[in-house]
């Protein structure tokens, strides 16, 4: 199985053996940068910098799902988390859930 996801400072936002397969030199610069658009606008605390970013990051995951599903068609399972869309991601915490200082 190989995940499509990203965490911070990835290289390249997969999990899983996808070192196992030949993935095309295209498809892996596009989700480096990916994950670097990522790293860029997404604030581990407060969010993405902008609705306009997280909008376009996610109208590019569907473009490298699809790509990523097609050079492992038969081969292996895919699975996606898009954990940075979740409504959790959009604030750092609610109020309630504050650390104290």
Known sequence: MVTLTVEYRYTFPL???YRDFDLPADLLSDLGEWQG???T???PHAGWDSVQAK???AARADDLEFRLRRALW??????VDLWPLSERS????EESERPET
Do not use: L, M, N, T
């Not at 038969?74 to 699975?79: I, N, S």
């Open 90 to 93: 959009e604030s750092s915490y």
């Open 15 to 17: 999990e899983g053996p």
């Open 55 to 57: 909008a376009s990051w």
């Open 74 to 79: 038969k081969r292996a399972r895919v699975e």
């Open 41 to 43: 606008h997404f604030d």
């Open 37 to 39: 658009f990522f790293d």
